[in-house]
């Protein structure tokens, strides 16, 4: 069932958008019968050559591409791009659960376009990194892009109940008693550039509204009704608030809004990713941040909102040995500045993708995550090792980045990785907390997988396995 409330905003039509080419500067030579290859980022700036870009047709998905656009017009000034977005199969079945379309085999928001790229018909994809399956298509490889936006999850309550300020309350503090009161795709802030590329937190910006009245998940009463599409969503909010009821919502980010806003439809609130809100100027409708805090692994077991793999980053997807492609992110890297590529995003993405992978999972499986850095050690300090919470077993790890960079985002840190698998009608959780010394991409990935071994010996392949076979409870759930 469909709302008949006008659109929010006329960009949110679900109509596809034609081709969008940004027009070179007047002096950018004709291109040439042969493919140019960028070695720099001085070559680039000449090169005339237009940058063909895939995506998904949504408002979320374009607002993406002006990011990475933006990134890209940073490092090379004159380069044309044209966007060429379509319509993918998730965002056509739109009354089909996620979950049960995840079983299909297809990559629900991938694979038309990934047909483009390796035809050559497009030069890359611009994804929300959530929605990228961790093992892409054989000739394709993902980069992750710009700095990592919010990466929390966020309550929405009715424009009814909705306060005009944020409450902050901290999903590991809040009361889930019933007495008391992912996958995560999100299918379709206004920020400033500055704001959407930093992730900066808008309660950092905003005044916090302490009145008792501002509704939170965990005053809501018994039955009430919250909205997701996401099966970890869905888990975790079972596990922790088992008072409340989960319905499927599906649609782009200005669907799912109209419908929460109409009360024919029966939401007392949805849950969203932060930063699609953010992206497309909804910042202001968040209304509470499910925010793991510092939380440990027995608060994680408990039901600690963690987020999606990759959630608030965004992936380019581009064929495997494009040379021409890796010179433009590389950009001005060689001379000892920032490109494209963020290496802590970059290191922190892998590793969660990895994790998942070695679950092997996809991004429709109730897996939760969280990564946090901790403070810079020194050059001569560059041996560290990879713990287990709890776990006096280290294993020695050497720095192979071979130097420190200025920038922190630039540079080797210890990475702390919390994740969390929940089975779907949340009365089972396992969870990990692990550290390690990261400086390069083998070490990334080797975090990643080392939390997921931890997982699987605590039991989180016996959930995964139930959830791929009890697939009648899972419809039953809702479809989330």
Not at 131 to 145: H, M, N, Y
Not at 362 to 376: A, H, K
Not at 387 to 393: I, L
Not at 398 to 414: F, I, L, N, R
């Amino acid at each position: 069932m469909t709302s008949s409330s006008p659109p929010l905003d006329p960009q949110l039509s679900n109509t596809t958008p034609p081709a969008i080419t940004s027009t070179p500067p007047p002096d950018v030579l004709q291109p040439p019968e042969e493919k140019p290859t960028i070695q720099s980022a001085q070559d680039s700036s000449t090169s005339p050559r237009t940058l063909r870009i895939g995506t998904r047709a949504s408002a979320l998905a374009i607002a993406q591409v002006n990011l990475f656009t933006s990134i890209l017009t940073t490092l090379h000034p004159n380069l044309p791009t044209k966007t060429v977005p379509i319509s993918v199969a998730g965002d056509r079945d739109k009354t089909t659960d996620l979950h049960t379309l995840a079983q299909t085999g297809k990559s629900l928001w991938t694979e038309e376009l990934e047909v483009l790229l390796l035809k050559g018909e497009i030069d890359c994809i611009v994804h929300s990194l959530k929605d990228v399956p961790t093992k892409v298509v054989e000739g394709c490889e993902v980069k992750i892009v710009g700095d990592r936006g919010e990466r929390r999850d966020c309550v929405v309550f009715p424009k009814r109940n909705t306060s005009t300020t944020v409450s902050t309350a901290s999903a590991t503090a809040a009361d889930g008693s019933p007495t008391r009161h992912n996958e995560d795709q999100e299918e379709d802030g206004n920020q400033s550039p500055s704001e959407q590329l930093d992730g900066t937190s808008p309660n950092k910006k905003r005044k916090i509204n302490p009145s008792p009245h501002t509704p939170t998940l965990s005053s809501l009463p018994p039955n009430s009704i919250v909205g997701t599409s996401s099966i970890r969503r869905s888990a975790m909010i079972r596990r922790r608030y088992p008072h409340l009821l989960i319905r499927d919502v599906r649609g782009n980010v200005g669907t799912r809004l109209r419908k929460l806003d109409d009360p024919t439809h029966g939401f007392d609130c949805i849950i969203l990713a932060a930063t699609g809100l953010q992206r497309l100027g909804f910042g202001d409708r968040i209304s509470e941040w499910l925010d793991p805090g510092a939380a440990g692994q027995e608060e994680v077991e408990k039901g600690a909102m963690l987020h999606a793999v990759g959630q608030g980053a965004i992936g380019l997807e581009i064929r495997e040995g494009d040379e021409w492609m890796q010179g433009l992110l590389e950009g001005r890297e060689r001379e000892g500045k920032k490109g494209a590529v963020v290496k802590r995003v970059s290191w922190e993405c892998q590793a969660e993708r990895s994790l998942l992978r070695t679950l092997e999972g996809g991004c429709s499986v109730p897996v939760g995550v969280s990564c946090s850095w901790e403070d810079e050690k020194k050059k001569e300090e560059s041996k560290s090792t990879g713990t287990e919470e709890g776990n006096d077993n280290t294993t020695t790890i050497e720095d192979t980045a071979g130097g420190v960079s200025t920038d922190p985002q630039m540079s080797p840190g210890t990475l702390h990785i919390r994740a969390s698998v929940t089975s779907v009608d949340g009365t089972e959780c396992v969870a990990a907390t692990y550290k390690q010394w990261v400086s390069n991409d083998q070490e990334a990935d080797e975090a990643g997988w080392q939390v997921a071994s931890v997982l699987e010996k605590r039991g989180a392949g016996k959930i995964l396995e139930a959830i791929t076979l009890n697939r009648g409870m899972v419809e039953r759930g809702g479809g989330a």
